[in-house]
């Protein structure tokens, strides 16, 4: 199995899982779109990822809720800052002047070609949340010249780990463009492969922050997690008698005292 075990639950061990292919270094992988995807204005849907090591994955949890904590007010025209958009012949969310709803709907499935697209000097901070606890992120970004801001945040809400910035220059061809109702014609799309490690903690989590600011260029981009493995019912047993054990010897030992 191609994962590591840092339980917690029995006071054994710190928290965590890490991908097969995930370091304390963002990483590249190859997107592999399903059949019949329609680039670069219709719908292109995410089959799998393929790591740097040869493992696929397609076990994904998506986004299932927003919360804008701030967003530059859309006015009209190339005014705001995050907006949901979609492929020219996409099916999909479009809305200029972004919800909650509509950043959950726009990241909440596999098609590459709803994103959220931010306009160039617009800022905003957006709390997301997956269907189930993650173990690292895949993004994308169209146009490859953009930063985009990254923080874990705990069950609570609470900031947690360190602030990530994303630079797409750098990011590796994900193989395809996309149009969107947004743009006049095509662009490249990036892609890169962020672990637990990168966002400084080592349990897997359900919540992210992202920011952009002003300097940042208006980062187009969409994000899908990998779903964490969870251990098998024979791991957990046999932790839960261990910790049980632990427990008696303790209550021997501090009779015996």
Do not use: C, H
């Not at 994955?57 to 007010?73: G, K």
């Not at 193989?175 to 672990?195: K, M, N, W, Y």
């Not at 981009?221 to 261990?242: I, N, R």
């Amino acid at each position: 199995m191609n994962l590591k075990y840092f339980l917690s639950g029995f006071g054994l061990l710190t928290a965590g899982f890490v991908l097969s292919g995930a370091s304390a270094q963002a990483f590249n992988f190859a997107t592999n779109l399903a059949p019949g995807s329609s680039a670069p204005k219709g719908n292109i849907f995410l089959q799998s990822v393929t790591l740097g090591d040869g493992t696929t994955v397609n076990n994904f949890s998506l986004v299932n809720r927003a919360t804008i904590i701030s967003n530059d007010s859309w006015t009209g025209g190339n005014t705001g800052a995050a907006s949901s958009d979609r492929g020219d012949n996409a099916s999909g969310v479009k809305l200029e002047a972004a919800t909650n709803a509509s950043i959950a709907a726009s990241l909440g499935n596999l098609n590459l070609n709803n994103i959220i697209d931010t306009e160039d000097t617009g800022s905003f901070k957006v709390n997301v949340s997956f269907e189930r606890a993650v173990s690292s992120l895949f993004f994308w970004e169209r146009g490859m010249n953009s930063k985009l801001g990254v923080q874990a945040l705990d069950s609570s809400g609470n900031l947690i780990g360190k602030l990530l910035t994303l630079d797409s220059r750098t990011w590796q061809y994900a193989g395809f463009s996309i149009d969107t109702t947004e743009i006049s014609g095509a662009q490249r799309v990036g892609s890169l492969g962020i672990s637990l490690a990168d966002l400084g903690v080592s349990v897997p989590i359900q919540s992210i922050q992202l920011t952009s600011s002003r300097s940042f260029n208006g980062p187009d981009f969409k994000v899908v997690g990998a779903t964490a493995a969870v251990p098998e019912p024979t791991t957990m047993a046999g932790l839960a008698l261990a910790g049980a054990g632990m427990a008696a010897l303790r209550r021997r030992q501090s009779k015996k005292a």
